[in-house]
């Protein structure tokens, strides 16, 4: 187990070397994600809408098993637009050539394996919209990280802020006030979960939107 010192918050103790995890998680944002989730865990399970190669799945799994509950990961694992073949963030380690698709569920795997977290975290290969059909478990924390268009957040945001229970969390990344800081997508669904008067926002922690529902 790796102590991860931290200056604003108590120390974590995560099972592997978080940084050699692909991901987009600074470990600020990491930490608070694991404290929050330490204390949801307690009240039910948690649900995060990307996991990519599992570096958030990571932190709230390892939040998730010290309180004897469970992380569902919905991710397609096919890639969000930034992801695919000549744009920005493309991992041609994570493209499976067969099927000229991405694919990082080998990834995700690998690091749940790694981190002894396969009888705690529960993957779903699947799109958030598809998921989200028949959900109805109340989910003491959703963390959504999938893809950043508006139609992409606006349909996390709409699939899964209704499943929070009372005193929950919603959490969302890339959340920037500032528009040359970032996108756009995630920080309007963070402004809509208060305008709905459901939610009341904590401090951001980097570009993490943190949300209690009331
Ligand atoms: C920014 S990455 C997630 C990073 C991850 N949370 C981490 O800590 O490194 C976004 C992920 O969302 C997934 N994704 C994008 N759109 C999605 C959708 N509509 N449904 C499910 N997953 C989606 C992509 O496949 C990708 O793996």
């Given at each position: 187990m790796l102590p991860i010192a931290n200056n604003s918050l108590s120390s974590m103790t995560l099972p592997i070397d978080i940084n050699g995890v692909k991901g987009f998680?600074?470990?600020?944002?990491?930490?608070?994600?694991?404290?929050?989730?330490?204390?949801?865990?307690?009240?039910?399970?948690?649900?995060?809408?990307?996991?990519?190669?599992?570096?958030?799945?990571?932190?709230?799994?390892?939040?998730?098993?010290l309180q004897q509950n469970i992380l569902f990961a919905v991710d397609h694992h096919r890639g969000s637009e930034e992801h695919q073949v000549g744009e920005e963030y493309h991992d041609p380690d994570l493209f499976d050539a067969r099927f000229s698709k991405m694919d990082s569920f080998p990834q995700f795997r690998e690091t749940l394996a790694r981190a002894n977290l396969e009888d705690v975290v529960v993957p779903i290969v699947a799109s958030s919209a598809l998921a989200a059909r028949h959900w109805s478990t109340p989910l003491a924390?959703?963390?959504?990280?999938?893809?950043?268009?508006?139609?992409?957040?606006?349909?996390?945001?709409?699939?899964?802020?209704?499943?929070?229970?009372?005193?929950?969390?919603?959490?969302?990344?890339d959340v920037f006030p500032n528009p040359a800081d970032g996108g756009r997508p995630p920080h309007e669904i963070w402004k809509l979960a208060q305008q709905s008067g459901l939610f009341e926002a904590l401090p951001l922690v980097k570009s993490l939107g943190i949300l209690r529902r009331l």
């Open positions: 998680l600074d470990e600020q944002e990491g930490a608070a994600l694991y404290h929050h989730a330490v204390a949801a865990a307690k009240m039910g399970p948690i649900l995060e809408v990307g996991s990519y190669c599992g570096k958030s799945s990571v932190y709230l799994g390892t939040a998730c098993k924390l959703v963390f959504i990280d999938g893809g950043h268009s508006m139609e992409a957040a606006l349909t996390d945001y709409r699939s899964w802020a209704g499943h929070v229970m009372r005193g929950g969390l919603l959490v969302i990344h």
